[in-house]
């Protein structure tokens, strides 16, 4: 099932997040204050796909309000993780058309994509789903 995330997929969400970035929390104490307002946020879309009836993969979009392009929004899509166990199933696919389906009915021109990942088999997933690298470049500055 692909849904919107809801309160109680915090642990899920946080095992998910865990399995792709060992630096990634896993204390859902810490991080429910944060999760609750990401879910309060109506631009901000946690999307998850669950299997029986656990959360195996997740990706979010985030719809920026814009005043370029005729003040269309885009949106930016991140944190796309899936339990290794449940990859290549089809999941993380079905989550980022549901944050396509999220974009274009907010009138979106765009949707960024970003990755940490340089493993030439994950550009080749996103590339599958026309996202193209070559179009801009970006620069992460760290705080």
């Known amino acids: 099932m692909i849904r919107e995330a809801k309160l109680s997929d915090l642990s899920?969400?946080?095992?998910?997040?865990?399995?792709v970035e060992k630096?990634?929390?896993?204390?859902?104490?810490?991080?429910?204050?944060?999760?609750?307002?990401?879910?309060?946020d109506p631009n901000q879309h946690v999307i998850v796909a669950e299997e029986e009836g656990a959360v195996v993969s997740t990706c979010t979009c985030i719809v920026i309000r814009n005043m370029t392009s005729g003040q269309r929004p885009y949106a930016l899509v991140e944190n796309v993780a899936t339990l290794p166990e449940w990859q290549g199933r089809g999941l993380a696919s079905s989550c980022?058309?549901?944050?396509?389906e999220i974009?274009?009915?907010n009138g979106c021109y765009?949707?960024?994509?970003?990755?940490?990942?340089?493993?030439?088999?994950?550009?080749s997933f996103y590339e599958r789903l026309?996202?193209?690298?070559?179009?801009?470049?970006?620069?992460?500055?760290r705080l």
Not at 12 to 19: E, M, T
């Open 130 to 141: 026309c996202y193209g690298k070559d179009e801009k470049t970006a620069f992460i500055q």
């Open 23 to 40: 630096t990634a929390t896993q204390d859902s104490t810490d991080a429910s204050a944060v999760f609750a307002n990401i879910l309060n």
């Open 110 to 123: 765009k949707i960024y994509l970003t990755t940490s990942s340089k493993d030439e088999r994950i550009w």
């Open 103 to 105: 974009a274009e009915a």
């Open 12 to 19: 899920g969400l946080l095992a998910v997040y865990h399995s």
């Open 96 to 100: 980022m058309e549901r944050a396509k």
